[in-house]
């Protein structure tokens, strides 16, 4: 099949420049469509052009031709152990299909790389993989070149799997872990090992990633930790459990799980059932779950939560809150207290220190059930919807764009950014069933190496 074996890295292990001493390896990759075909079939592609960085040094772009939709490609790494950008384009004068691995460290892999395309500003549906089981409202959380898929599915399904975004290739794990079932489930990262799994049937646990020897630990959090407490992964700390309910009555206390599995107790300035979070910086804004929709912010080394002044949002159950990592948010969506959804917003600015809030755009586009991934921008399906928001922030202003639309409307999906800022959307409900298919997506343009 030489039309798609388009990277092969004649690599150096025993030393990291080529001498005639030293063990040859050759790494093989693939570049298909969303059927593990030759995208450039039936185009008129002539150009593929691969662009590679490792590690720091200088990125490097190569071009190879497409004759007919046959290409063949050869490409040297300079190291073998440095963490690996790859950015691959194919074009013509009416075709242009854009892609990216996640970053990986080859000697790392397995040897062998696959890589779906898409067109700027698509998605292609993927036929070639299925989740091991129909998932909605379940929890999808990366780590290095693989995501943790948990919960969503039937008693009667593995409650656990993992994706392997290098091969594009969805697994069971090796173990039997006779789990009982989870119901809808979220999940956060602690460190790049460790995940955090907050099901609704079952209690949390721990769930590691890279030592197969205590893949599952339980933890123990607050009481009324659960489905009404906000979840968020704060880089560099942990995972953090906020409110939550207990006989009804809304919690103030907040958990923090750290790496192997110490939790330390925190605790907000009032009771919050059903609050939004996201994390700036090691600083975390929480919003809502209280009838006066007030806001506060959890500042690394408090133990008690400061109210930002004159937040007084009223009821917004299920909203979403989006931040830009650093100093800025916005609070979107849900439903006010007669259940209508909402499509006025709340921005902040100028978080944790001087924290401060103001009306923000409309979301014209506001639906239920929406994918907000990880430590980004992107708001995702929900409801019969196929629309991909994104939240952009520039100088003073913040707007609320379309960016792209599914393949199918999917509600309850989950997913994964990778770094060139193309991403990844699975399973969710379509209106009609639960679906067991991916989406791998890009945007106009992915980021440059």
Not at 3 to 9: C, D, I, K, Y
Not at 169 to 195: C, V
Not at 399 to 424: K, N, Y
Request: net charge negative; hydrophobic share 45%; glycine share 10%.
């Amino acid at each position: 099949m030489l039309w798609r074996t388009v990277l092969l890295g004649l690599l150096c292990i025993a030393a990291f420049a080529c001498k005639e001493s030293s063990t040859q390896f050759v790494f093989e990759a693939r570049i298909v469509d969303g059927q593990n075909g030759n995208p450039a079939a039936g185009t008129d592609a002539t150009i593929l052009r691969i662009g590679i960085q490792e590690g720091e040094l200088p990125a490097e772009e190569y071009e190879y031709p497409i004759t007919d939709g046959e290409f063949d490609a050869f490409l040297e790494f300079r190291s073998f152990a440095r963490p690996t950008r790859i950015r691959v384009e194919m074009e013509g004068a009416t075709t242009e299909l854009l892609t990216a691995p996640p970053v990986f460290v080859p000697s790392a892999s397995r040897g062998s790389l696959r890589v779906v395309t898409a067109a700027p500003s698509s998605c292609e549906r993927i036929r070639f993989d299925l989740l091991e089981a129909p998932r909605a409202f379940f929890g999808m959380v990366r780590s290095g070149t693989f995501a943790l898929i948990a919960g969503g599915t039937t008693a009667s399904d593995e409650q656990l799997e993992f994706f392997d975004a290098l091969e594009w290739e969805s697994r069971l794990f090796m173990e039997d872990f006779a789990l009982s079932d989870l119901g809808e489930t979220r999940a956060a990262s602690i460190d790049e090992a460790e995940i955090l799994v907050l099901p609704t049937n079952a209690p949390p646990f721990i769930f590691n990633m890279l030592d197969a020897t205590r893949r599952i630990t339980p933890v123990v959090l607050h009481n009324g930790a659960g489905p009404r407490s906000a979840l968020v992964s704060v880089p560099g700390v942990g995972a953090m459990v906020i409110g939550g309910e207990l006989a009804g009555e809304a919690q103030s206390a907040v958990s923090l799980v750290e790496p192997e599995g110490q939790v330390t107790s925190l605790q907000l300035s009032e009771p919050r059932s059903g609050p939004a979070a996201t994390a700036l910086g090691n600083d975390v804004l929480v919003v809502g779950g209280d009838p006066d929709g007030t806001a506060e912010v959890l500042i690394a080394g408090d133990g008690v939560g400061q109210l930002v002044d004159g937040v007084m949002d009223g009821v917004r159950e299920s909203g979403l809150l989006v931040g830009d990592g650093e100093s800025r948010a916005l609070w979107i969506g849900g439903a006010d207290a007669g259940d209508a959804l909402r499509q006025d917003t709340v921005r902040f600015d100028g978080c944790p220190s001087s924290c401060v809030s103001a009306a923000g755009p409309q979301w014209t586009t506001a639906r239920f059930a929406v994918l907000q991934p990880t430590r980004s921008a992107l708001v995702i399906g929900g409801e019969g919807s196929r629309l991909v928001d994104e939240v952009r922030w520039s100088a003073a202003d913040v707007r609320i764009e379309p960016l792209l639309q599914l393949d199918v409307p999917r509600a309850g999906a989950a997913g994964i950014v990778l770094e060139s800022g193309a991403f990844i959307v699975a399973g969710g409900d379509d209106g009609a069933s639960i679906r067991q298919d991916f989406e791998f997506c890009v945007p106009a343009a992915l980021e440059p190496l």
